[in-house]
C-alpha cells in the first residue's frame, strides 16, 4: 500500500474522543471511491489493523474498536477520518493510515500520537 500522513493525534482522559485525518497529496490522491485502513503500533505491541474502508464503502473493525470508531471519507474526498470515541488507555498508539492497503498491517510513515490516560 502507499502510507499517507496521519494527524490529529494528542493527549486525553478515558472517555474522551479524537478525530484523525489521512490526507492524500496531489500525487496520491484518491480516484473514486478509497480503499483505506487505519493503523496502530503500541510500544511493545506489534502493528495491528484497527479498520478498513473498503471502495465499496463498506467497513471493518478490530473487536476492540467496533463501537467507538468510525472510518468515514471527507467532504473534500482527499481525507479519511478515524473518529474515536470513548477512549480507553489501551488505545494508546502512534496511529498511521495508507491507501490500497496489503495484506499485512503497515504502521510506517507520518503516524500520529494518541495518549489516553485513566
Known amino acids: 500500500g502507499v502510507q499517507l500522513a496521519a494527524s490529529g493525534g494528542g493527549s486525553v482522559q478515558a472517555g474522551g474522543s479524537l478525530r484523525l485525518s489521512c490526507i492524500a497529496s496531489a500525487l496520491h490522491s484518491f480516484n473514486g471511491a478509497p480503499h483505506m485502513a487505519w493503523y496502530r503500533q503500541a510500544p511493545g505491541h506489534a502493528c495491528e489493523l484497527v479498520s478498513t474502508?473498503?471502495?465499496?464503502?463498506?467497513?471493518d473493525y478490530a473487536d476492540s474498536v467496533k463501537g467507538r470508531f468510525t472510518i468515514s471519507v471527507g467532504n473534500a474526498k482527499n481525507t479519511v477520518y478515524l473518529e474515536m470515541s470513548s477512549l480507553k488507555s489501551e488505545d494508546t498508539a502512534v496511529y498511521y493510515c495508507?491507501?490500497?492497503?496489503?495484506?499485512?498491517?503497515?504502521?510506517w510513515g507520518q503516524g500520529t500520537q494518541v495518549t489516553v490516560s485513566s
Open positions: 495508507g491507501k490500497d492497503p496489503g495484506p499485512d498491517p503497515e504502521c
Open positions: 474502508l473498503r471502495s465499496d464503502g463498506t467497513t
